[in-house]
């Protein structure tokens, strides 16, 4: 029998699914596995918010197999499972991340020892990274000609969901090691989830998304970005249905940022880990302190902050404004490099993306493609205004200053009571720090 493996890593979804389909096409019986552990990402190691978020997904692609999807622990296991069922061939959807290239290499290796060809096919992303070129066929380094490129390419079209009936039952048993977590956070997740939250951007959020897209205290987002980093859902098939029309146009930007980054970490895999402008490796920065704890936990006496990382430990996401005003507390406040950072949100985000984490984070470090220079420090006092004028997304995370009205919940140390539910003092003085910053700024000058 001709019988193949289909991989399911980030492209949990049954439309739009150019791989699965060529795997179903190709073959007279399909077995489904997805894995857990990841080159550079161990399950166990992820927080609970997260490690329910993979969890919440593979449990929704299963219910869509009818119970036909094997869930292993590590890719280690792929090769010995398709040699014991007779599989010929294993299929994958290609990948372009660091680890995941690394990932492919190592279990493609693996399996032509024993006589398997791994056959990659489609991707996650409406343009392959590595396509959209300068006309002399180099990569853009800045955004705004690649997103002028990209709009221009040809997505091809949406494909329908294929035919089940080759898919065969599971392989592995039930995995015992991941069942769900009680927590006070539900992760949405799935593939039909992802269709409805389409829908109701679209109905609701779209109109005024260029308006209230930066506003921590509204729901302006498209809330897209769970299903997009786990595949739950194609960019093209998002792209297929927005509108024509301003605020739509800066919401496909946005899906093209993500592209964007992802060709940038395809063309400079050490950029994952590594500065991409290499002179800011030479900066002065601190080691990780008591200051870096009272960061990842929310305690720096700083609402906006504050309110951020508290958000992200208690629903693992944050709003993409507040990651900004984090990091750049993180590196420009507490002189600390951004990888620490990066790491953290790695460790907790429902959502994440290596790419547009990494990048995310070198973009406010200043040190990135497209950067934020890095003399431009984010206060995050006057953020806070700006985003959250009323104080309501500070007082949803912080409890401590619930009693605060209006934005008085901003600058507690302005108002006689701020203080009287024991919310922590302010762990640096900002303008002192945003002087030492640039200062560290001017130092590099030099060397």
């Known amino acids: 029998m001709n019988a193949s493996i289909f991989w399911f890593r980030k492209d949990l979804r049954l439309a739009d699914h150019q791989a699965l389909t060529l795997a179903l096409e190709s073959s007279e019986k399909v077995y489904c596995v997805a894995t857990a552990d990841q080159i550079g990402s161990k399950f166990e190691e992820l927080s609970d918010i997260r490690k329910n978020s993979l969890r919440s997904s593979w449990n929704h692609l299963s219910n869509s197999l009818d119970g036909r999807l094997s869930i292993l622990k590590s890719p280690a296991e792929i090769p010995d499972l398709a040699l014991n069922n007779g599989v010929q061939r294993v299929y994958v959807s290609k990948v372009f991340d660091t680890n995941g290239m690394a990932e492919l290499g190592a279990i493609t290796k693996d399996l032509k020892a024993k006589g398997i060809e791994l056959v990659a096919s489609g991707s996650n992303y409406a343009i392959e990274p590595g396509t959209v070129t300068k006309p002399d066929g180099t990569p853009y380094r800045v955004y705004t000609p ?121 063309q400079k895999p050490d950029s994952l880990t590594e500065y991409l402008d290499p002179k800011f490796a030479k900066m002065r920065y601190d080691e990780p302190n008591e200051k870096f704890e009272a960061w990842k936990f929310g305690q720096t006496g700083f609402p906006m902050v504050d309110a951020g990382m508290r958000q992200l430990l208690t629903t693992g996401w944050m709003h993409n404004r507040v990651r900004m005003i984090v990091a750049s507390f993180l590196v420009k406040d507490l002189h600390l490099e951004w990888q620490l950072g990066a790491e953290w949100f790695e460790q907790h985000l429902s959502d994440f993306d290596p790419a547009s984490n990494a990048h995310g984070w070198q973009w406010t470090a200043g040190c990135g493609t497209d950067a934020s220079p890095y003399y431009r420090i984010f206060n995050p006092i006057t953020q806070g205004y700006k985003f959250d004028p009323d104080g309501n997304y500070v007082r949803k995370f912080i409890p401590e200053l619930r009693h605060l009205s209006g934005s008085a919940a901003l600058e507690p140390w302005e108002h006689e009571h701020g203080y009287s539910l024991h919310y922590p003092k302010r762990i640096v003085d900002h303008a002192v720090e945003r002087n030492e910053s640039l200062a560290r700024l001017e130092e590099l000058k030099t060397l």
């Open 146 to 266: 690649f997103y002028k490129s990209w709009v221009q390419l040809d997505r091809g079209g949406v494909i329908a969901v294929p035919d089940l009936t080759k898919i065969g039952q599971a392989l592995a048993t039930e995995a015992t090691w991941y069942p769900a977590l009680e927590l006070g956070s539900a992760i949405r997740a799935g593939e039909v989830a992802a269709l409805e939250t389409l829908e109701h951007f679209l109905a609701n959020r779209v109109e005024n998304y260029s308006e209230n897209r930066n506003r921590a205290d509204l729901g302006g987002t498209s809330h897209l970005s769970h299903a997009l980093s786990h595949g739950e859902i194609h960019p093209r098939t998002i792209l297929e249905r927005v509108p024509v029309g301003a605020d739509a146009e800066v919401f496909v930007k946005e899906i093209a940022w993500r592209e964007f980054y992802a060709d940038v970490l395809y």
